[in-house]
């Protein structure tokens, strides 16, 4: 075996079949942060060799996501199906070094193995008929039929890592198959066309090719590592370290999945959470330092060791993941978020140019909103109108305070356009027509802002202009 190369390198390899899931992107996080600690290097590679699921509006998603939540990488995006003749060439040296060799056996041929070995009650599995062996004749070649090419794993002892997760694990070679790492080119493929490896073979070549020398990913692929160790050794390629972190279970205890819930980082970002608060809450999610909940990434970076993952499930909380996004909501710049709340208004059709307006708004609510959409449901009333309710009207557009609504109108047509000019204005109608605050308040913000509660509404006033607030309260 060649001895490991000294440069941290970690990959995250997305199959381009959908959204960047989650999961892929706190393993994505976890690759990203272990090979930034180190000073080391990462790659992105697109697993597109599943011809009939994979898109291009796949790969385009997954390539936003990463850039959105800034997962840098160093080299790629690099992408399986422009590697064929790599695979190609590898799996000729395995066949003529003995590691690998081609099958003929049939899909109904197999199918008929199976049957077999069910009826006599033993786990199916291939029988190893076109496996050479020394001494041992092979089947008559079939004619019309196209080889697979399978891997010969190593009949006896067993394979074992440290998982930088699980710790150590240890798989007995007898449990193994020969697996395929090479399928024929479809019917309908064209002359000189190549066929496509499986996952297990594809990933293993590439992670050689690649010098990865840190593998994290999902537990679901725990049961594949065994055959990817075999192929590294047998290849003599040096083995990366593998850390395979638990799955991520909807609030429900579940497997987090698509029927239940959002599951892909997208559907986050529409929402109004924003991308630090989504790496804070996914590195949460099978990783701690400390106590530490609220953190940047730079300071996950400078934490991030690849020690203190989690070996147990993490449990989906959206009610963490708001608490999570408030925090870092309530530090991010009002000017950045008003760029993003003219986008989430966008969105619903609402233009607000007045991004200084936008701003204002967004210091005066951004204590109470846990997300950008929360903020915008806010900033709404500045760029349209906002009809009460016929019960809210009913309940605080009484004919007690409409004398004092027309009195302030007046007022405000003259008063200095500012909060304290407003308080002014609000605290002279309050004198003159003999009422409190608590009566007048909720019938201004009734009428100017569509609901009977808001922050201090001088304040609120001041976010819109003069003859908006004139224009909402003429119908007094
Ligand atoms: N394409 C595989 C997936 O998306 C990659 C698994 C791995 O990291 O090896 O699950």
């Known amino acids: 075996m060649t001895a490991a190369p000294s440069k941290v390198r970690t990959r995250i390899a997305p199959s381009p079949t959908g959204f960047l899931h989650l999961g892929t992107a706190r393993t994505a996080l976890y690759s990203w942060a272990y090979a930034r600690h180190h000073g080391g290097e990462f790659v992105l590679r697109i697993e597109d060799t599943d011809v009939v699921r994979s898109t291009e509006d796949s790969v385009q998603q997954i390539l936003q996501s990463m850039q959105w939540l800034g997962l840098d990488y160093d080299e790629g ?156 050794c047998a290849l003599g390629a040096a083995l990366p370290q593998f850390g395979h972190c638990p799955v991520i279970l909807g609030d429900d205890g579940l497997k987090l999945s698509k029927r239940r819930g959002a599951v892909s980082v997208t559907a986050y970002e529409e929402s109004g959470y924003l991308p630090e608060a989504m790496l804070n809450y996914l590195a949460r999610l099978g990783w701690s330092h400390g106590d530490e909940e609220l953190f940047s990434a730079q300071q996950m970076v400078q934490w991030f060791d690849g020690s203190h993952l989690s070996r147990s499930p993490a449990q989906w909380d959206p009610a963490k993941l708001a608490w999570v996004n408030a925090h870092h909501l309530k530090a991010a710049s009002d000017e950045r978020l008003a760029l993003l709340a003219q986008q989430q208004l966008a969105r619903r059709g609402v233009s607000a140019a007045a991004l200084g307006a936008l701003a204002q708004g967004i210091a005066l609510f951004k204590d109470r909103c846990a997300t950008v959409v929360e903020l915008a449901d806010w900033l709404q009333m500045l760029f349209v109108p906002m009809p009460p309710s016929a019960e809210d009207l009913a309940t605080h557009v009484t004919d007690a305070v409409k004398p004092a609504l027309r009195g302030l109108r007046d007022q405000l047509t003259t008063a200095t356009w500012d909060k304290a000019g407003i308080a002014a204005a609000i605290k002279a109608s309050l004198t003159a027509h003999q009422l409190k605050m608590p009566q007048l308040a909720p019938a201004l913000r009734v009428l100017v802002c569509g609901r009977a509660q808001t922050p201090s509404i001088d304040a609120v006033l001041a976010l819109f202009p003069r003859e908006e607030v004139l224009s909402r309260l003429q119908h007094v």
């Not at 009650?121 to 019309?144: F, I, M, Q, S, V």
């Not at 090419?149 to 930088?164: C, E, I, S, T, Y």
């Not at 997760?165 to 090479?182: F, Y």
């Open 77 to 232: 995006p690099i992408y399986q199906m422009q590697r064929l003749q790599r695979y190609h060439a590898v799996a000729e040296q395995m066949i003529a070094a003995g590691t690998a060799y081609r099958c003929y056996c049939t899909p109904a041929e197999l199918d008929e193995m199976r049957e077999q070995q069910r009826a006599r009650g033993e786990k199916t599995h291939y029988d190893g008929r076109w496996r050479p062996a020394p001494g041992k004749p092979l089947p008559p070649l079939p004619e019309g039929v196209q080889p697979v090419v399978r891997f010969a794993n190593p009949a006896q002892g067993a394979v074992a890592w440290d998982d930088l997760v699980k710790g150590p694990i240890s798989i007995n070679n007898q449990e193994i198959d020969d697996l395929i790492i090479l399928r024929p080119p479809a019917d309908d493929a064209g002359p000189g066309a190549l066929g496509v490896p499986t996952y297990n073979f594809a990933v293993v070549v590439d992670d050689w090719d690649m010098a990865i020398t840190h593998v994290f990913r999902g537990d679901e692929h725990i049961n594949n590592t065994p055959w990817q160790i075999n192929i590294f």
